[in-house]
């Protein structure tokens, strides 16, 4: 028996209006579980609709008790973190115990932390000597858009509604065709927390047809995106004449700069994590690595040895570090990366093809890859994979270094491993990238500002930042 997602519109859980169904994937067995709805044009008009009914109640609310609701789903989601964690698992084909110690905490700090920062948002007031005061409103902007990829379904759905809700918006929300569950199951949980009817709205469908209704709609005030950049630039284009605000959180190919004064061990393990997490499904991995020569033989010999120790397989087993690329599509999309990096003249020094665990020989699993002998400005260096696939390259100079990390039309986060801090403030100074981690890698701290340059993004999430987003600032300038 297939489960079923349906649309959460103005608080009841509801069939898309034509009554069509998507299938589901389960990644790690390549084969279908569950159905989630196609939804239309008319869909989202009735989730911006309902959006409008709840809006002059919503925002209006005062500011304990948009908490109160937050704080309560935060609860909700913590105390179905094994639920949610092992639906995150099957849906996308992640470790379990990487959903439970990563993802869903997450969502649930998502929402924690908005609750609380709304409560400490203050805007700028600007006297003019004597003759007037100016004060700023932060007005919300009403029913606001929120999309998100396939890679931290969760996560990154929360990343977006949290702050969206805590600013006083209401939100229609479309997560990922591929990965609907856990949103599905949120839906679930913010009936159960008493959200007001219409406050959220989540509706299921294809990018192409749901998400492009919502980037159509007049109504739908901003669009908070995360994704790729060819999708980011179409929303980018419908929304624009409409003059919709837009946070656009896109693709990345991140590079890893590692100089031989660095902390070899720590540099070592992070980079295994930091190339192969969640299968290098993660927008933030390196998946270009710079290693100065005086290092260079020794950290590749080292770091395809332990990326051969990876265990590949089972999501749902602890020992697991690599479990399945979340589709046939996007896993036949990586092979092509490698059979390209071959015909480019790179060398495979350690894995790189499909896998059949036993037990899961329909799944869709691919050995971590490291490739070298490439140019920096090949296509295998300059496109994003998006999967267990990294090169390495050699490097001699800081200046030389540079050159190659900024070489790219991304620019989303970069990581430097030295123990010599003016290197570091140097380069984190010069790096052409909208984060830049410095002997650590995914560390994050929810009030700072988070997005990318060039084709990475535009705007900024996080913090206060999210807050300015989603709200409208008013001027207000008093005479004395
Ligand atoms: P995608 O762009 O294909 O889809 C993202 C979302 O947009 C999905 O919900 C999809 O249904 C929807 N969508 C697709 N076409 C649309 C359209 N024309 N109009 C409106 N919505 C549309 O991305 P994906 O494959 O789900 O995710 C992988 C990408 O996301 C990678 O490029 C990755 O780098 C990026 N990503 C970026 C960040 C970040 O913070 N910068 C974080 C995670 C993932």
């Not at 933030?284 to 051969?308: H, P, Y």
Request: net charge negative; glycine share 8%.
């Amino acid at each position: 028996m297939l489960q079923k997602v349906l649309n959460y519109i103005g608080g009841e859980f509801r069939e898309p209006n034509c009554g069509a169904y998507l299938d589901v994937f389960n990644p790690a067995k390549g084969e279908i579980y569950a159905q989630a709805p196609d939804s239309d044009d008319s869909d989202i008009t009735d989730a911006v609709e309902a959006g409008q009914k709840a809006l002059p109640e919503w925002s209006a609310t005062n500011l304990e008790q948009r908490y109160d609701y937050l704080i309560s789903i935060s609860k909700r989601i913590t105390e179905n973190l094994q639920e949610l964690a092992l639906a995150e698992s099957v849906d996308c084909g992640k470790p379990l115990w990487l959903a439970q110690s990563v993802d869903i905490p997450r969502a649930a700090s998502n929402f924690r932390y908005f609750a609380t920062a709304i409560m400490q948002f203050a805007s700028e007031s600007h006297e003019m000597s004597g003759k007037a005061i100016n004060y700023t409103l932060r007005q919300p902007l009403g029913v606001v858009g929120c999309i998100s990829p396939w890679n931290l379904p969760l996560y990154l759905f929360t990343w977006k509604i949290a702050p969206a809700l805590a600013a006083g918006n209401t939100v229609v929300a479309k997560p990922s065709e591929i990965t609907p569950m856990t949103a599905y199951l949120l839906s679930k949980l913010c009936a159960e927390a008493g959200l007001p009817a219409g406050v959220l709205n989540v509706v299921h469908g294809l990018g192409h047809k749901t998400g492009t209704a919502i980037s159509s709609h007049r109504d739908i005030k901003a669009i908070s995106f995360t994704g790729s950049t060819k999708v980011g630039a179409d929303i980018a284009g419908r929304a624009a004449p409409l003059f919709k605000k837009l946070s656009l959180e896109m693709g990345g190919k991140n590079p890893n700069i590692i100089f031989a004064d660095c902390n070899y061990e720590k540099a070592l393990e992070t980079t295994i994590r930091s190339s192969f997490s969640n299968q290098g499904q993660i927008c933030l991995c390196g998946s270009r690595i710079f290693v100065e020569r005086a290092v260079f033989d020794k950290f590749r010999s080292d770091f395809i040895d332990r990326t051969r120790g990876l265990k590949i397989g089972n999501p749902l087993e602890d020992t697991t570090s690599v479990g399945a690329v979340v589709s046939k599509q996007h896993f036949d999309k990586i092979l092509s990366y490698i059979t390209l990096a071959k015909t480019e003249g790179g060398t495979i020094s350690c894995g790189g093809n499909p896998v059949q665990p036993p037990g899961f020989e329909n799944g869709w699993y691919i050995e971590p890859a490291v490739i070298e002998g490439l140019s920096p400005d090949c296509r295998t260096n300059q496109e994003e994979i998006f999967g267990p696939v990294v090169t390495i390259t050699p490097f001699d100079k800081e200046a030389e270094v540079l050159s190659y990390a900024n070489q790219s039309s991304y620019g989303l986060s970069a990581t430097i491993w030295t123990e010599n801090l003016s290197r570091a403030h140097r380069l984190a100074a010069k790096l052409e990238s909208g984060i830049v981690w410095v002997n650590t890698w995914m560390l994050r701290d929810l009030r700072t500002p988070f997005g990318g340059v060039k084709n990475s993004g535009v705007g900024r999430e996080g913090g206060y930042e999210a807050l300015r987003f989603f709200t409208e600032a008013k001027n207000v300038c008093i005479e004395y």
